[in-house]
């Protein structure tokens, strides 16, 4: 966390690394609680109840008022923004309490504050439950800034603005944390929409979405838009800021064709990207760049993280194509912001940004481009007559990470039956009537590798080799150790902390 210049504004990034001991693993949970605006809402006038048809390719639309499932109750059932994060009202328990849960798919278990703490002014109570069962099993969460610990349980959830029916859920009921809760934010738990190798403490916690598939019936997609740009800074209620939409795509949220690219691993939501273009100059670099060790869609990570590497080359880049002179290296790495005259443009000087998406036809790819409007995002609450903005990207030691500066431009639809991501033009990333990202395509992807994304280990599997080798190399010293001892005429020593092997273990 850290105050950025003199405004009141809190970033927060939980780079988040799982581990296998005691049950500590992590949400990749990256909240910069803020207030900032962007651009204007969805506005959808129309009401029907709507049934479920298909797009030739699997994917459930809305369609006439003769079925059960109703998408535009769905819609505008999202509140908040990209810098508090984008939460959704749900009800837990007997009698219901009604909570605001964070949507982020970049992480898998289903976790609600239970017990009271300064930041959040409601938690779930559950013994005024009468359908909360316990499980016995207790499970924690560290993180680089923040951790939480609880138990784990089941209750029956609804959602006011989501499918007809209670659902049975696993719940990790958060019991104490640290750093997890941030000042700013009007949500008390998160809602894991990844896959099951993500849940923790291991992949028998069937997560939220996967239950909803399985006793409502729906089909296994959901999609989201997500509208926080222009929100005002001092509301004390968050307005409408986008939609969840659970058993497929509403049309009236996005514009056009809807573009997939196919979901590489089931684990994150991770995906293929072919290569970065900033303006008109492409960064050339090795495609396994962009996505080393992955890159993944995560509605939970504020800012597009980068690879240490791409984001350099994508600072110089910008850097070359403004026409700022002297700028600030303290931009680029989030410790000033920039500033001007509330009568100068100052999105003309920054080019457009485009990622390339590997197709479904693999030898072909797609482009989605976010105007700098996006990932140069105001700061609100600045002084009278000047305009602040921050930089909407980071550097990443863990992959590429399409957060919300990227998903803000597009309605992004997760279709796990058909093992692809899909990206349209959202209705609401508009400013001044113009659009705020494009979406082109097919190219061919004939000069790029076959596999950008390489043979990567996914993290569990990095694990057990870890933790391996880290046993082996003790026996190895154990012997080493019982060989040179009786030769040595001095008392035997500790291993300290400095010494031992596993002192920089994975958390």
Not at 67 to 92: A, H, K, P
Not at 387 to 415: H, K, Q, W
Request: glycine letters at 8%.
């Amino acid at each position: 966390m850290e105050n950025i210049a003199l405004f009141s504004i809190w970033a927060f990034v939980l780079s988040l690394n799982f581990g296998a001991t005691d049950c500590y693993f992590s949400i990749p949970l990256k909240i910069y609680p803020g207030k900032y605006n962007f651009t204007a809402e969805a506005n959808l006038s129309s009401v029907r109840v709507v049934a479920l048809k298909s797009d030739g390719e699997g994917l459930s639309l809305a369609s006439d008022p003769s079925g059960t499932v109703n998408f535009l109750d769905m819609v505008d059932n999202l509140q908040g923004d990209s810098g508090r994060g984008y939460y959704i009202e749900m009800s837990i328990g007997t009698p219901g309490q009604k909570l605001n849960i964070l949507v982020d798919t970049g992480s898998s278990n289903f976790a609600v504050a239970a017990a009271p703490h300064p930041f959040i002014t409601r938690y779930f109570n559950t013994a005024l439950s009468s359908t909360f069962q316990s499980t016995g099993r207790s499970v924690a969460v560290r993180y680089t800034q923040g951790n939480w610990e609880g138990v784990l349980g089941t209750d029956l959830v609804s959602l006011p603005k989501g499918p007809n029916g209670t659902i049975a859920i696993n719940i990790a009921a958060i019991q104490l944390s640290d750093g997890f809760f941030l000042p700013g934010i009007n949500w008390q738990g998160i809602l894991g929409l990844a896959y099951p190798v993500l849940s923790r403490p291991d992949s028998s916690v069937e997560p939220f979405f996967n239950s909803v598939v399985k006793q409502l019936g729906i089909p296994d997609t959901f999609s989201l838009q997500m509208c926080g740009a222009g929100l005002s800074a001092s509301s004390a209620v968050d307005p409408p800021a986008g939609s969840l939409i659970m058993g497929g795509a509403e049309p009236t949220l996005y514009k056009g064709s809807i573009w997939y690219t196919p979901i590489v691993e089931e684990w994150y939501y991770q995906v293929e990207v072919l290569k970065l273009q900033v303006g008109d100059q492409s960064l050339n670099l090795d495609c396994k760049e962009y996505n080393a060790d992955k890159a993944i869609v995560d509605s939970g990570t504020t800012m597009l993280r980068l690879p240490i590497n791409v984001f350099n080359a994508v600072v110089e880049a910008i850097t070359r194509s403004s026409r700022i002179e002297n700028f600030s290296s303290g931009f680029w790495d989030g410790t000033k912001l920039a500033c001007w005259k509330k009568d100068e443009n100052s999105m003309e000087v920054f080019p457009n940004l485009s990622i390339y998406l590997r197709a479904t036809n693999t030898s072909q790819s797609f482009r989605i481009t976010i105007l700098p409007q996006l990932y140069i995002q105001p700061i609100a609450d600045t002084e009278d007559d000047l305009e602040c903005f921050r930089f909407g990207m980071s550097p990443s030691s863990n992959g590429l990470v399409i957060g919300a500066t990227v998903m803000e431009g597009f309605y992004v639809v997760f279709d796990r039956t058909q093992k692809k991501l899909g990206f349209a033009l959202s209705s609401c990333a508009v400013s001044d009537g113009e659009p705020l990202s494009e979406i082109a395509g097919p190219f061919s992807a004939a000069d790029v590798a076959a596999d950008c994304s390489g043979s990567m280990l996914k993290e569990p599997v990095m694990w057990v080799i870890s933790y391996a080798l880290v046993a082996v190399c003790a026996l190895i010293l154990i012997g080493l150790l019982l060989l040179l001892l009786p030769c040595r005429h001095r008392d035997r020593g500790e291993i300290t902390d400095e010494s031992s092997l596993v002192r920089h273990r994975i958390k």
